[in-house]
């Protein structure tokens, strides 16, 4: 289905079991990391672009990297919760290349995966839930070094259970987009390469041999937007983790990612995410 190469390549973030009391209700959240969730009982939503979804018991549930969403909960809820980000690597990955369902039904083979991956992780619970509290940038950070002091047979059998898991969406998931050229992949391939230089057009024509205008033409007809609308993106994607990662100003950030008019970088960052940088900074959470 995916005609690249693929690349998967998981870390634990958090997981932890949580019972709330209509206590579950944030808004506007978007993070640099995926949000699979089993249900163990009561009832909750949440408010995605699709639409609104409810979550019940007996399934899981996914909220992929860089989705905007929010949470209603006006009862008793219980769920375990798994957060895992994806390295960043210049392969393409199933999470950028898919949708993938937001709900799928549990078997019992999940809940004893999900109930084994606390139990060999049992330190990795959120201590706070508010977003107006939580510290993500220290938090994101301790928690990826956590892997890192990990027994390596724990690191395989974490790394097993997320794949497990993920791989319960793969079956109903569809193409983002399915690039026929090779030449396409090539550039795409070089975009993800170089999002912290400046890409120009006829950069990327050259890879294609192409004219400029017949490389956008073909890129449009391919990717569904122009070159610079997908470099954008990526661009801001990466800064939406270097925003949660690395502890640097907002202005580095953007110089890092080639943008030497910061007013540019945050009104292209609040076009995409919703947010300016210093809101995304501060209300995204974990």
């Not at 993938?100 to 549990?106: H, K, L, Y």
């Not at 990612?257 to 292209?268: A, E, G, T």
Request: net charge neutral.
């Amino acid at each position: 289905m995916v005609r690249e190469k693929e690349s998967l390549s998981l870390i634990l973030l958090s997981i932890g079991h949580a019972i709330h009391h209509a206590d579950w209700n944030w808004t506007n959240v978007s993070s640099p990391f995926t949000r699979l969730y089993w249900v163990e009982d009561g009832s909750a939503k949440v408010i995605l672009p699709s639409g609104v979804y409810t979550l019940t018991p007996n399934h899981l549930y996914m909220i992929p990297a860089f989705t905007l969403h929010s949470y209603l909960c006006d009862g008793y809820f219980s769920l375990y919760y798994v957060h895992v980000y994806e390295e960043q690597t210049e392969a393409f990955s199933y999470i950028e290349q898919l949708n993938f369902p937001f709900e799928v039904e549990s078997t019992p083979t999940d809940v004893l995966l999900v109930k084994r991956l606390l139990e060999i992780n049992p330190n990795r619970a959120l201590k706070l839930y508010d977003p107006s509290l939580y510290d993500n940038s220290q938090t994101l950070l301790r928690n990826i070094s956590e892997n890192q002091h990990l027994p390596h047979y724990l690191i395989i059998e974490t790394k097993g259970i997320l794949l497990q898991l993920f791989s319960r969406f793969l079956k109903t998931a569809e193409l983002k987009i399915e690039v026929t050229d090779n030449r396409l992949l090539k550039v795409l391939r070089y975009i993800r390469k170089n999002l912290n230089k400046p890409i120009s057009i006829r950069q990327l024509s050259d890879i294609c041999f192409l004219t400029d205008d017949h490389f956008i033409k073909l890129f449009k007809k391919e990717i569904h937007c122009t070159p610079v609308q997908y470099i954008n993106q990526k661009k801001i994607e990466k800064a939406q983790v270097m925003l949660i990662i690395d502890d640097l100003p907002i202005k580095e950030i953007a110089y890092h990612l080639s943008f030497n008019n910061i007013s540019y970088f945050n009104k292209l960052f609040k076009s995409v995410t919703g947010f300016t940088p210093g809101e995304y900074k501060r209300n995204s959470y974990v």
